[in-house]
Nanobody, 115 residues
Framework: QVQLVESGGGLVQAGGFLTLSCAAS????????MGWFRQAPGKQRELVAV???????TYADSVKGRFTISADYAKSTVQLQMNSLKPEDTAVYYC?????????WGQGTQVTVSS
């Protein structure tokens, strides 16, 4: 089992920035992917950014150039630096980890961007 705990959400004005952090605990050896998804009210959960243990990153088109993901697999942590935030970035952000084809999720942290 893997437990994921997020921190760093909050309320920010449009154009501002936030950093989300996530720490994994439990059975962390073998985690191959860590990243972030988000879910806005009335919408499906969507990928924001992920990074593999090999360092390969994937970003949603909507956040490219504004968000940066980084991970320390030795410490089982992942961060998401979010710049130039827009009201449409408002959502609950979930930390994600994949261990041997099984997906794990954090409890989510709210990010609200006011216009």
């Amino acid at each position: 089992q893997v437990q994921l705990v997020e921190s760093g959400g909050g309320l920010v004005q449009a154009g501002g920035f936030l950093t989300l952090s996530c720490a994994a605990s439990g059975r962390t050896f073998g985690i191959s992917v860590m990243g972030w998804f988000r879910q806005a009210p009335g919408k499906q959960r969507e990928l924001v950014a992920v990074v593999t243990s090999d360092g390969v990153t994937t970003y949603a088109d909507s956040v490219k150039g504004r968000f940066t993901i980084s991970a320390d697999y030795a410490k089982s942590t992942v961060q998401l630096q979010m710049n130039s935030l827009k009201p449409e970035d408002t959502a609950v952000y979930y930390c994600h980890g994949r261990l041997y084809s099984r997906d794990y999720w954090g409890q989510g942290t709210q990010v609200t961007v006011s216009s």
